[in-house]
Structure formats: structure tokens, C-alpha cells
């Protein structure tokens, strides 16, 4: 039996697990597409936005989505939904104080915020640029750290011994 049978999900878990559902999907999504056409053209892009980035083309960010955004949120959802304790993840529950489900939602809420810094740095908001979607992930990443370090959530993904 998991810790999560044993405990009583708070509203907050089932947001994060919606929040990291939409960016696995979308993650996984366009993050394929990156990889498929690393020109950018399916994305309606071209690599000239990338000068002066240490990238030519898009790949190295297709893999980045696909496993940042695709496959992470996709553990943080199990993790969050079932709370499982391995072994092999003792050291990373051990420095947070909380099961490994709550450090890979933290992370990916940070990992939104840092990508997005570090695009808009690079590159800016070019003309045509999706400015929106820029906006959006970074509210999304925000919600998720928010969402993360309320009381209710840390109470349920904190370890039990």
C-alpha cells in the first residue's frame, strides 16, 4: 500500500496534477515536434532566432521539452497520485523532507521559470515570437512553485517514517 492511500488529497494536489497534465501534454507535443523538424518549421519558426544562442537549431530544445516537460510532470503526477517510496530516491526525500513527488513538481515549476528567463535573454520576444505562450509558462511555472509550498501540500507529501 502506498502513503497516498493512508492520506487525504488536498484540492491543491488534484490543480498540480491538472497543471502538470496540460505540460506533460504539451511538452510532450511540441517537444516531438522539435525533434521531428529541429528547423522549427513546424512550430511556425525558423533557426534565425536562435543567433547568438548556443543552439543552431531547435533539437537540443525538442529534448529538453520531451523530458523537462514531457516525462518529468508524468513522474510528478504518479508521485503525486500514489506517494511510492523507493529506495533509490531516499537521497533526494532525505534533503527535502518530503517524498521525491514534491521536489520533481518543484522542479518543473522551476525549470519553467528559468526557461523562460533564459529564452527571453537569449532571444527576446522577436517579432512574431509567441509572447503569450511565454507569459503563460511563466505563470504556469509560478502556480506550480506556489502551489508546491502551500502548508496542505507539504503536509501531504511530507515523509512519514
Do not use: C
Given at each position: 500500500?502506498?502513503?497516498?492511500?493512508?492520506?487525504?488529497?488536498?484540492?491543491?494536489?488534484?490543480?498540480?496534477?491538472?497543471?502538470?497534465?496540460?505540460?506533460?501534454?504539451?511538452?510532450?507535443?511540441?517537444?516531438?515536434?522539435?525533434?521531428?523538424?529541429?528547423?522549427?518549421?513546424?512550430?511556425?519558426?525558423?533557426?534565425?532566432?536562435?543567433?547568438?544562442?548556443?543552439?543552431?537549431?531547435?533539437?537540443?530544445?525538442?529534448?529538453?521539452?520531451?523530458?523537462?516537460?514531457?516525462?518529468?510532470?508524468?513522474?510528478?503526477?504518479?508521485?503525486?497520485?500514489?506517494?511510492?517510496?523507493?529506495?533509490?530516491?531516499?537521497?533526494?526525500?532525505?534533503?527535502?523532507?518530503?517524498?521525491?513527488?514534491?521536489?520533481?513538481?518543484?522542479?518543473?515549476?522551476?525549470i519553467?521559470?528559468?526557461?523562460?528567463?533564459?529564452?527571453?535573454?537569449?532571444?527576446?520576444?522577436?517579432?512574431?515570437f509567441?509572447?503569450?505562450?511565454?507569459?503563460?509558462?511563466?505563470?504556469?511555472?509560478?502556480?506550480?512553485?506556489?502551489?508546491?509550498?502551500?502548508?496542505?501540500?507539504?503536509?501531504f507529501?511530507?515523509?512519514?517514517?
Amino acid at each position: 500500500m502506498t502513503e497516498a492511500a493512508t492520506k487525504s488529497r488536498p484540492a491543491a494536489i488534484y490543480l498540480l496534477i491538472a497543471l502538470e497534465a496540460v505540460l506533460a501534454f504539451l511538452g510532450l507535443f511540441s517537444g516531438s515536434q522539435f525533434l521531428i523538424d529541429p528547423s522549427g518549421g513546424t512550430h511556425d519558426m525558423d533557426t534565425s532566432i536562435l543567433e547568438g544562442t548556443p543552439v543552431g537549431d531547435f533539437a537540443l530544445v525538442g529534448v529538453l521539452f520531451v523530458t523537462a516537460y514531457g516525462i518529468l510532470p508524468i513522474l510528478a503526477i504518479f508521485g503525486l497520485w500514489k506517494l511510492p517510496r523507493w529506495r533509490w530516491t531516499d537521497a533526494v526525500n532525505k534533503w527535502t523532507g518530503q517524498n521525491w513527488a514534491w521536489t520533481a513538481t518543484a522542479a518543473t515549476g522551476v525549470i519553467l521559470i528559468v526557461w523562460i528567463v533564459v529564452e527571453v535573454m537569449y532571444i527576446g520576444s522577436p517579432d512574431g515570437f509567441p509572447r503569450f505562450l511565454q507569459v503563460m509558462m511563466s505563470l504556469d511555472g509560478i502556480v506550480i512553485l506556489a502551489l508546491a509550498f502551500l502548508p496542505r501540500v507539504r503536509a501531504f507529501t511530507k515523509l512519514s517514517d
